[in-house]
């Protein structure tokens, strides 16, 4: 493959009309972390912060026991009512080995659930 730098910076983005979000999905995937319901638990906090803006959401949970460290992750994503697509993730969310989901992890969870909800602003 053969790369050719643009001589001219890109153009802007232009968001030509506003639309609004629609059809939420997601994954909740957990590592090692079974036993403490994480990736439910991850999982229902984001469905819980789009429901409360009214819109519906699914949210798949994963558990995995093949990784090598325990972790957690939430990947989220909706297509818009425009036809366009947004999708946003988190990767090691905090302390989530302890019931309730602590504070930090909370923030993570719920600013990757504010990008989406504000995504086709």
């Known amino acids: 493959m053969t790369v050719v730098p643009r001589r001219q910076g890109l153009d802007a ?50 558990e995995d026991d093949t990784a090598v460290h325990a972790g957690a992750c939430l990947a989220i994503w909706a297509k818009g009512s425009t036809g366009s697509w ?10 989530l080995e302890d019931s309730p989901i602590k504070p930090e ?10 990008q989406l909800i504000h995504a086709f602003d």
Do not use: K, W
């Not at 947004?86 to 302390?95: E, H, Q």
């Open 86 to 95: 947004f999708g946003t993730t988190t990767m090691a969310i905090p302390d």
């Open 105 to 114: 992890a909370y923030r993570q969870i719920n600013h990757v659930a504010r």
């Open 13 to 62: 983005l232009v968001l030509s009309a506003a639309g609004r979000v629609c059809d939420v999905h997601g994954i909740a995937l957990s590592s090692h972390l079974a036993a403490q319901r994480v990736s439910e638990r991850i999982a229902s906090t984001c469905e819980t912060r789009i429901r409360g803006e009214g819109m519906a959401c699914a949210v798949d949970r994963m």
